[in-house]
């Protein structure tokens, strides 16, 4: 199983960015993903979640809102959409595959908003 997240950068703060989680040895289709984020000296917290069947996506208070989780079925990928950016938004966003049996993780990518 891999997840390979990318488009993090440099934004400033009210700009936006798209992450992308490319996920290769589970559906996305059939598990539910999510997307994390570790700040400096900061526990890693849970920004948002999808599940399958259509429900309402699950988001952080601190993003709902501003961010956005999809996913596409077809190609196997997770996104997260994220406007409005704050400062403390900042951190490693990093995606995952929770399953029934264990939770797979994918390397992380940087998201940096300056004020």
């Known amino acids: 199983v891999q997840l390979q997240a990318s488009g993090g950068g440099l934004v400033q703060a009210g700009g936006s960015l798209r992450l992308s989680c490319a996920v290769s040895?589970?559906?996305?289709?059939?598990?539910?993903m999510a997307w994390y984020r570790q700040a400096p000296g900061n526990q890693r917290e849970l920004v948002a979640r999808?599940?399958?069947?259509?429900?309402?996506?699950y988001y952080a208070d601190s993003v709902a809102g501003r961010f956005t989780i999809s996913k596409d079925n077809v190609l196997n990928k997770v996104y997260l959409q994220m406007n409005s950016l704050k400062p403390e938004d900042t951190g490693v966003y990093s995606c995952?595959?929770?399953?029934?049996?264990?939770?797979?993780w994918g390397q992380g990518t940087q998201v940096t908003v300056s004020s």
């Open positions: 040895g589970i559906m996305v289709s059939l598990n539910d």
């Open positions: 995952c595959g929770i399953t029934l049996s264990t939770n797979y």
């Open positions: 999808i599940r399958p069947g259509g429900y309402t996506p």
